[in-house]
């Protein structure tokens, strides 16, 4: 079991270590604001590129030096919630250049929320309503990073 624990970290440090390296050549280019001192569009995919490769090497190098003993494995499974929720982010991937970022985002959340378990369908509606344009005016006047408006503006 440790020896498949090793393999696997050390397979999954390469792949994320990849995934990293494409997400930040695809984000080198983005424009830097005028203003001095202040965060422009390229930040945070600068600092999620960082962090990303920090864990990264982190996993890898775990993976490396073969660290565990047989009582640090713990087996576990994923729930099927889990994977209707991964389903779910996939959909939304696939619906946020055609529907926006604000419509695509209630939908996901709505769904989202029901699915972990929240059955009050005004409180649903409040925040897949309310959380998706909070995030979209901090995102658009805050930092100035462009979401997707979809065909209603």
Known sequence: IIHMMVRRNVLAGVVLLAIGLGYGVLTADLPDR??????GPAFLPWLITAGWLALSTALLVR????????????????PAQSW????????????????????????FFAGLTW??????KLLIAL???IVPIVLFYLFAAGFQVLLPRGPWG
Do not use: M, Q, W
């Open 63 to 78: 993976g490396l030096l073969g660290g565990g003993k047989k009582s640090d494995v713990i087996e576990y499974h994923i």
């Open 34 to 39: 005028s203003l001095p001192g202040t965060p």
């Open 115 to 120: 699915l972990y378990g929240e059955r009050n």
């Open 84 to 107: 209707l929720a991964l389903v779910g982010f996939a959909a939304y991937l696939l619906l946020l250049p055609t529907l926006g970022f604000i419509v695509a985002s209630i939908l």
């Open 127 to 129: 925040t897949a309503i």
